[in-house]
């Protein structure tokens, strides 16, 4: 496919139960039969952050998938059968002695084309004291589209979708877990992030209740411009879009940041 092309995204807003895997791959596998059933079929479908485990950190050692082997396997196979693209949101993971935060990400063939670790522990959900962060920044093609990915808290740190533009991201995709009272932040930042970097944004967040969080959804397609292509509310959903990644060369050529930077300066 070319990189001028169109690419129907579909966006898999669910709720998660805490230390539950198995209800959260069966709730998975109904939403993602529901998408592929969908009149306009996906290219690319994108689950939230941590929806195997949820954040059911003091028993993450006993619950994280050994190798993202079962995730893998499961979305990989799904792949395949549907000829789609997934960016399997993230999963708790553990190799050795460390459970990770990590996307894998999958071909319309159910190949692995990419993976990542949050590189950015929350301190303010304990993540560093459970979670090993990750050591390198995670890039990927989506039907040869250069793509970046990061995860939730990582988009406070600009230089890191800066870096991924930079090495030819014209994507972003997020997978979240990000409650109230911090609405305001979540919309602002991942807006902020399509503006100053000239891509699309696809922001996917979890919904419902985990203790005394309140997961509030709002998923989120930007597009280079900063307009909000579709945005969810706080219920269960599957947010579609198409892209049209033609738009981010417009963008860049009528307002040509990356031309107009002087990093010798900064
Ligand atoms: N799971 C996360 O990384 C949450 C990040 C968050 O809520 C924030 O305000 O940042």
């Known amino acids: 496919m070319s990189e001028q092309a169109k690419l129907n995204v579909a966006i898999l807003q669910m709720d998660i139960t805490v230390g539950e895997p198995e209800t959260n791959f069966a709730k998975l596998s109904e939403l993602l039969e529901s998408a592929v059933s969908a009149e306009r079929k996906p290219d690319l479908i994108v689950f939230p952050e941590m929806w195997n485990t949820g954040y059911a950190l003091d028993r993450i050692h006993d619950l994280a998938d050994i190798g993202g082997e079962r995730t893998i396997r ?6 395949r059968k549907h000829a789609v693209n997934v960016v399997a949101g993230s999963i708790a993971e553990k190799s050795g002695d ?13 190949n692995r084309t990419g993976s990542y670790s949050k590189i950015h522990l929350f301190r303010l959900m304990d993540e560093e ?14 039907d040869g589209i250069p793509a970046g990915m990061m995860i939730c ?36 930042l991942l807006t902020a992030r399509a503006i100053e970097n000239q891509m699309y944004v696809v922001a996917c967040n979890r919904v419902g209740t985990s203790g005394t969080t309140h997961f509030f959804g709002h998923s989120m397609i930007i597009d280079p411009w900063g307009e909000i292509v579709a945005e969810g509310g706080e219920a269960e959903t599957i947010l579609t879009a198409e892209l049209d990644l033609a738009v ?18 900064y």
């Open 248 to 265: 981010v060369d417009k963008v860049r050529s009528t307002i040509p940041v990356f031309a107009d930077r002087r990093p010798e300066l």
């Open 153 to 188: 808290y990582d988009i406070r740190f600009p230089e890191l979708t800066r870096r991924l533009a930079l090495g030819g991201a014209k994507l972003l995709i997020v997978p979240a877990e990000w409650p109230h009272p911090r609405l305001h932040h979540w919309r602002t």
């Open 98 to 110: 460390h459970v990770r935060n990590t996307i894998y990400a999958f071909d319309r063939e159910g």
């Open 74 to 79: 499961f979305v990989s196979e799904f792949c």
């Open 129 to 142: 004291k459970y979670l090993q962060a990750g050591d390198r920044v995670g890039e990927l093609a989506v």
